[in-house]
């Protein structure tokens, strides 16, 4: 399987995440530069952390109109898996490609440290190798990362099964203590903690490789066949 | 030539923790008839006149960039000057 990691001016997880698939996965990895028109050859989208564009304005609002994102929706029309984290959660958001928006932290601090999160929904793309209910520690890093939606939003994605992780304890005051979401068709996912960052028992947790794994095993099951 | 004022504050359903702050702070300086604080954003755009209706592009710039219509509303005033 092959993966891109979107590269925007400000990116700073792009390193990490190409190290998680290349070295811990053992997955096909390039770098993409926001410039790039044609993901075609891709077959998964990994939109990492920093602060693109400096975060001017909004987070993510001035990457949403970068020219790699007409081949980003052209990769969601086609199902393709899109994850995004931290800022390519806010990306992805900006974007519309999930529902909602993202305010400061609560308590305006700006929060780094490892967190529990719990598994909502095992039955994704990205999740499936988990146990529902699951409790995995994952870091963040974030000073916006306090999800807001509407109530009507949040029914709806409560109800289409969209909130993939919660928070243990809410750490920023996001609503309903969401951690991460996926769209409706199920092959987007946005989420503020840093599955790259725990790859590995050296960097303090291995419970993020799941999730990649659990992108290349639904990915295998699709596009190879056994003889 | 325009020149324009374009003003994007939290939607009042949504929590500003920047303006709870703010407030906090206000009240510690003995300012207590704050009741309350709610920080935005102040955007000023200089527009070259052409065809079309400025009123529709400004609203249309600050629905596609300026404001997130998510947490955020808008608005804009809209001054025509001539140059000097």
Known sequence: MKFAVVVFPGSNCDIDMYHAIKDELGEEVEYVWHDDQDLNRFDGILIPGGFSYGDYLRSGSIARFSNVMESIYEANQAGKPILGVCNGFQILLEAGLLPGAMQRNEKLKFICKQVELEVANNETVFTSLYEKGEKITIPVAHGEGNYYCDEATYTKLAENNQIAFTYAENINGSRHGIAGITNERGNVLGMMPHPERAVDALLGSADGLKLFQSIVKSWREAHVTTS | ?84
Not at chain 2, 50 to 77: F, H, P, S
């Open chain 2, 1 to 84: 030539m325009y020149n324009v004022k374009v003003f994007i504050t939290l939607k009042e359903s949504v929590l500003d923790p920047q303006g709870a702050a703010v407030k906090d702070s206000l009240h510690r300086l003995t300012y207590n008839a704050v009741e309350d604080v709610r920080v935005g954003k102040y955007i000023e755009l200089t527009l070259k006149k052409e065809d079309g209706d400025i009123d529709q592009q400004v609203r249309e710039m600050c629905e596609k960039l300026l404001a997130n219509t998510v947490i955020e509303d808008y608005t804009y005033e809209i001054e025509e000057v001539i140059p000097q």
